[in-house]
């Protein structure tokens, strides 16, 4: 059992080469449960994508990307539904978090757009709200930030 051994392997990878693990587990989230459906875009090309397995399953994704106002953005954290409430979502915000201040080199700002259900998640994680609800195709959002050291 998963909660018990905790034993998730995490890869990253850049760009779109090398990510169908991570975007097999956006679509599968998404798309197939929430209905979305644009999930994939040209940001995707400049991301770095995080896979999340169990053994070679893979069950968990996110991605970041260094926006053009130069604020590190998270997007697209994911878990397949099978593998929720063993808090790998928090496991994959951390590792989004680590990767951006490693790849910043130092202290960055981490911004998101969280699905306002989830608002809580990142409240929990210190991430600040900013701003209105907005609409992302027909799913209220709200802005996010967190100064990362």
């Known amino acids: ?85 063993r808090k790998l979502g928090d496991k994959i915000l951390e590792a989004c978090e680590q990767k951006i201040v490693e790849l910043a080199k130092g202290p960055a700002q981490a911004h998101l757009s969280a699905q306002v259900q989830a608002k809580g998640f990142y409240k929990k994680h210190g991430y600040t709200e900013s701003g209105e609800e907005y609409l992302d195709e027909f799913c209220p959002h709200i802005s996010m930030t967190k100064q990362l050291s």
């Open 1 to 85: 059992d998963l909660a018990k051994r905790q034993d998730v392997k995490m890869v990253w990878t850049h760009g779109k080469k090398g990510s169908d693990d991570a975007f097999f587990v956006r679509a599968s989230v998404f798309m197939v449960e929430q209905g979305f459906q644009v999930e994939f875009d040209d940001t995707d090309n400049i991301s770095w994508h995080l896979a999340v397995y169990d053994g070679d399953e893979p069950i968990g994704a996110a991605r970041i990307f260094l926006g053009e106002d130069k604020v590190w953005q998270i997007g697209r954290v994911c878990v397949l539904e099978n593998y929720r409430s």
